[in-house]
């Protein structure tokens, strides 16, 4: 964005609702002051707006949470957030750049449901489309669904069924499925290589709400020796897409 239109105190007031939202109860005045880097009596004139506007509320310990107004516009947003158009417009851009195909799925028991896709200009079109259904243990967008579960949870989801082989490379017990998944926490994203189809590598990244909830899955698929290529860049583009359609969703960062 040109910052030559930028407003500093909206931006100061931005900091303040990020940093309460995700402390609540924690943070004082002169908590925030040395937070922020921003001085006491200045602090003061914008909480004190705030809390008047109905953003934040000051607690009986002088601490500070969210405000009735938040909540009231947060529930007329998320009334009205379209999953499949955001996502629509937010993969365009990275389409473009990668000349990758992007998927984004939800989760439907131990599968994955392909709610949208986003083809490249590549004569290879992938077999899925939205309304399909794929094992989720063998795609990397089920393996970020999954990656909510604690192990027993994953053992109760799975109790009486079997991992179906989609190739030879597929994922072949929940054990090793749930190493594979526990790796989300570290890189921000999962690879899958091979195993839904021969030939074929995958990245998906999580897409998560206001309660930092899973909600929905963005993936990029090409082939293996594309993937050579593009590794790095891919990454990148499937970590931010799933940030900003998070982001819309609700999702607020760690301060």
């Known amino acids: 964005m040109d910052k030559k239109y930028w407003v500093p105190a909206i931006e100061r007031a931005d900091n303040i609702l990020t940093i309460i939202a995700n402390h609540p109860n924690e943070y004082r005045l002169i908590d925030l002051s040395k937070k922020?880097?921003?001085?006491?009596?200045?602090?003061?004139?914008?909480?004190?707006t705030l809390e008047s506007l109905g953003w934040i509320q000051k607690e009986r310990d002088d601490?500070?949470?969210?405000?009735?107004?938040m909540g009231i516009l947060s529930a007329l947003y998320f009334g009205r957030f379209d999953l499949i158009g955001t996502?629509?417009?937010?993969?365009?851009?990275?389409?473009k750049r990668l000349n990758e195909t992007l998927q984004l799925s939800l989760l439907d028991g131990t599968d994955i449901l392909y709610l949208a896709k986003k083809d490249s200009t590549s004569p290879v079109r992938l077999a899925t489309d939205p309304g399909m259904k794929?094992?989720?243990?063998?795609?990397?967008?089920?393996k970020v669904h999954l990656s909510q579960y604690s192990f027993e949870q994953l053992q109760e989801l799975y109790l009486g069924k079997k991992l179906e082989p989609k190739t030879p490379y597929t994922v072949k017990t929940l054990r090793e499925l749930w190493e594979q998944?526990?790796?989300?926490?570290?890189s921000g994203f999962i690879?899958?290589?091979?195993?839904?189809?021969e030939g074929f590598i995958c990245l998906a990244a999580p897409i998560r709400n206001h309660e930092n909830d899973i909600?929905?899955?963005?993936?990029?698929t090409m082939l293996s020796n594309n993937f050579e290529k593009k590794q790095e860049q891919a990454e990148r583009e499937i970590v931010d897409l799933a940030r900003r359609i998070s982001l819309k969703a609700g999702f607020v960062s760690p301060a």
Not at 36 to 48: A, F, T, V
Not at 181 to 186: G, K
Not at 191 to 196: M, N, P, R, V
């Open 191 to 197: 690879k899958e290589y091979q195993e839904a189809v």
């Open 181 to 186: 998944i526990t790796s989300l926490n570290d």
């Open 134 to 142: 794929l094992p989720a243990h063998a795609t990397a967008m089920g």
């Open 87 to 95: 996502f629509s417009i937010e993969a365009d851009s990275a389409v």
């Open 36 to 48: 922020l880097g921003i001085n006491k009596s200045s602090l003061y004139s914008m909480l004190n």
């Open 63 to 69: 601490t500070y949470s969210l405000g009735m107004r």
């Open 215 to 220: 909600i929905a899955a963005v993936s990029v």
